[in-house]
């Protein structure tokens, strides 16, 4: 499988009664014929970057722009998800965007300021580390 964010903008996406998407998350099937592509999760919380760690929980990085601005961790498994952080220092993130996770298990993840019309939640566009205890570097 592949699973890819499809990033809607709120100011270009809403319908008439005002409300408007928050991205979506696909899921490719190669192996079927013919192969397929669905929605995997929609709304996704203005997803951006998605990465797996070793268990095989799908970690997702949500943006700004109406979106989480957060890291969530979803058991592939149950269908579960998990908000492993949202704030730094009281603050929301900006607009969290890639992720990695070293053999260790930390995650590794961008928070840039994009150019959207949201506060500025952190004072800098940083890289932040979230430790297998949950400590947020």
């Known amino acids: 499988m592949v699973y890819f964010s499809d990033i809607t903008f709120s100011h270009l996406s809403a319908d008439e ?3 408007f998407e928050t991205g979506s998350i696909w899921k490719y099937n190669p ?3 013919p192969e397929t592509t669905d929605i995997f999760r929609s709304p996704s919380g203005m997803s951006n970057g998605i990465k797996f760690d070793a268990l095989g929980n ?3 990085c ?8 957060r890291i969530i961790r979803t058991d592939m498994k149950s269908g ?3 908000v492993v ?3 730094y220092r009281g603050r929301p993130f900006n607009s969290s965007n890639d992720v990695t996770v070293d053999l260790e298990g930390r995650l590794y993840f961008s928070d840039p300021r994009y150019l959207g019309h949201e506060a500025i939640e952190q004072p800098v566009m940083a890289v932040y580390r979230i430790d297998p205890n949950g400590e947020i570097t």
């Open 17 to 19: 009664t005002g409300a």
């Open 31 to 33: 192996k079927t014929e």
């Open 58 to 60: 799908m970690i997702i």
């Open 62 to 69: 949500e943006g700004a722009d109406s979106g989480g601005q």
């Open 80 to 82: 579960k998800s998990y």
């Open 85 to 87: 952080a949202g704030h």
